[in-house]
């Protein structure tokens, strides 16, 4: 076995079918035909069920995960002998949780591709909670952007910014204090709900209102998308809590904001398995590491302010 059996196997189970895998890998379909049959001889098991349909035997399922640990090893081997400030090419597979994917991996992606112009970002979106684990134990991913705690022991975390979260009326909201606002006024108001239930955000406003022996604000739209909340609540749907620069925005649109009289910050985790990462990966997280360092320096600034 050898890299090219990995790759072919990996491009007809992404692509679904043998000719789409040999278009996308620029190649002769009896070539990609033959290294998957090469591959079963190897292994002794069919890995796909031929029919009107190519699909995945036990086998092959089996095998999706340590055939991509297998090519990013290969990467790993390649990179001992070069320099990763020097990455011309490459590939880094990057999950993350929808509520992350604008802030603060938007500014991270942009900064690394600055810098690594020559290397692709895939983004895949990264379940809440626990089951966001699972991409990087199925090595569908090498890195996790979440803000739920990782469940085992074999990963490493690094924590991007902190961000303080802002209380979001509509326009025009009466009787609102100059200054903070308290938990008790959130809830009065009618809420518009963007956080995933895994979330670890909405567990801790969970368990700050029980801590308050509050009730939770009565909520009248429940969105996954991150892009409706700001329209719906400027629309007059209801009030919510944003991190300080989507609040900004808000604001800029003519949203009523105010700072909260209680400590609520956003954070969250990029987390990889431990052991060895491919170059563009390994890249990544240092740029993460310099980029965390510094936006917390300007979110303390931030809070200073306020």
């Avoid at 189970?13 to 070539?31: D, F, M, N, T, Y």
């Avoid at 700072?259 to 491919?278: E, N, Q």
Wanted: hydrophobic fraction near 45%.
């Amino acid at each position: 076995m050898d890299r090219r059996h990995f790759q072919y196997f990996l491009a007809v189970v992404e692509a679904g079918s043998i000719s789409a895998a040999a278009r996308k890998l620029r190649i002769s379909q009896p070539a990609v035909s033959q290294s998957v049959k090469e591959l079963e001889r190897e292994l002794g098991s069919p890995l796909f069920q031929r029919g009107h349909r190519l699909s995945l035997t036990h086998a092959g399922r089996a095998l999706v995960g340590p055939a991509r640990r297998t090519l990013r090893s290969f990467d790993v081997a390649r990179a001992a002998v070069q320099d990763v400030d020097h990455l011309a090419t490459g590939r880094v597979d990057l999950a993350v949780v929808a509520a992350y994917a604008v802030d603060p991996v938007l500014s991270l992606v942009r900064r690394f591709r600055t810098r690594y112009p020559g290397v692709r970002i895939a983004i895949h979106e990264g379940p809440a909670g626990e089951d966001g684990f699972g991409v990087l134990r199925r090595a569908e991913a090498e890195l996790l952007v979440t803000d739920h705690p990782a469940p085992y022991a074999k990963h490493e975390a690094l924590p991007l910014a902190l961000q303080p979260m802002q209380a979001v009326f509509p326009p025009g909201t009466e009787d609102l204090p100059d200054g903070p606002v308290t938990l008790n006024t959130v809830v009065t108001h009618d809420y518009v709900q963007g956080l995933p239930e895994q979330s670890a955000m909405r567990v801790w406003f969970a368990a700050a209102l029980a801590a308050e022996q509050l009730p939770p604000p009565p909520v009248v739209v429940e969105t996954a998308h991150r892009d409706a909340i700001i329209p719906l609540v400027l629309a007059g749907a209801g009030a919510t809590l944003l991190p300080a620069p989507a609040a900004r925005t808000a604001q800029r649109l003519g949203a009523e904001v105010r700072p909260l009289a209680f400590p609520f910050t956003r954070s969250c985790f990029l987390y990889h398995r431990r052991g060895p990462l491919s170059p563009a990966a390994l890249a990544l997280v240092s740029l993460a590491a310099d980029t965390a360092a510094a936006d917390v320096r300007v979110t303390h600034e931030d809070m200073d302010r306020a």
